[in-house]
């Protein structure tokens, strides 16, 4: 199963018994999945079994989705309920004596909701299932276009993010080879800096030296963490192999890179490996920015 990008557009038509059906979907980033369906008048029965199509094929993403519906040459007249058309006049009409209210117009009346009914309306049961049916199968190729063009943006964001990790593997090899780190190393600094603190001529207290350099390279260890950076690199790529819904996991793994980045930083006792952190953290950064587009 591949890598998906949440971002994507997919487009399908067809016709039915002279009816022209078109949908687009588009797809961005979310958190969850979240469907926004615009369907034209008299088909709202079909959202649920559309937002169901969706979640079957999708996990993450706000998918926008548009239906529309021409029948070029079949409209028929609009119907008029006139018992709902004498309500609302009537209705009207009190607003108007009791508070003063604009009177109600002709034109401002028929544009309600229920006073004209579609032709759609009068269609029998069969050409209704039979419509539905062709719509719920455009949408089914719009979706896999969708899912096509989600699939192709996710293998690239797959390379790129190998190519992060490939960089946060090389720098932890940095600072895990960094002299600095060498007890003998930190030994010499720690003499350094004493010796400018006392009388050249006083002899140094080599057994007092030696003990505060071990507790100083047992703080500045990094050992932890460099191997729990290459736990995490090796856990990224696990997960990049394997494909599927992955954006959550690969995000707080982003989380866990950037604590041990950060821990690396602040152990450092030497500005090679400090730099070594920080351009450690620059590289997490860009790796999660690139995680929150994955499904």
């Known amino acids: 199963m591949g890598l998906q990008s949440m971002t ?3 487009r399908a038509a067809t016709d039915h018994d002279g009816a022209a059906i078109a ?4 797809s961005v980033n979310g958190k969850g999945l979240e469907a926004r369906l615009r369907l034209p008048p008299g088909l709202e029965r079909l959202e649920q079994p559309v937002r169901q199509v969706i979640q079957k094929r999708f996990s993450r993403g706000n998918v926008q989705a548009g239906l529309t519906l021409s029948r070029a040459g079949l409209s028929a007249p609009p119907v008029v309920n ?14 108007q004596e009791q508070f003063g209210v604009a009177a109600a117009t002709a034109d401002g009346l028929l544009a309600l909701r229920g006073v004209l009914e579609t032709p759609d309306a009068a269609e029998d049961e069969e ?54 780190r060498e007890p003998a190393a930190i030994r010499a600094r720690l003499a350094e800096q004493v010796a400018l603190l006392l009388d050249a001529a006083q002899p140094l207290d ?11 390279a047992t703080r500045a260890d990094i050992r932890e963490e460099i191997d729990r950076l290459k736990t995490h690199v090796a856990s990224g790529r696990a997960l990049l192999a394997a494909g599927g819904p992955v954006g959550r996991k690969l995000d707080f793994l982003s989380q866990e890179f950037n604590r041990e980045s950060n821990t690396l930083c602040s152990k450092s006792n030497a500005a090679a490996v400090t730099a070594i952190g920080l351009e450690l953290k ?3 950064d860009q790796f999660r920015e690139q995680v929150q587009n994955l499904e």
């Open 23 to 26: 949908w687009e979907l588009k």
């Open 206 to 216: 080599e057994a007092r030296l030696h003990m505060e350099a071990a507790f100083l």
């Open 127 to 180: 050409a209704r299932a039979a419509l539905d049916a062709a719509i719920l199968s455009a949408l089914d190729e719009a979706l896999a276009a969708l899912e096509a063009a989600r699939r192709e943006e996710g293998a690239a964001l797959g390379r790129v993010l190998l190519g992060h990790l490939d960089a946060i593997e090389a720098l932890t090899l940095r600072a895990e080879a960094d002299p600095s």
């Open 82 to 95: 006139e018992a709902f058309l004498k309500d609302v006049a009537g209705l009207a009409r009190r607003l």
């Open 282 to 284: 620059a590289v997490v």
């Open 8 to 10: 994507g557009f997919g």
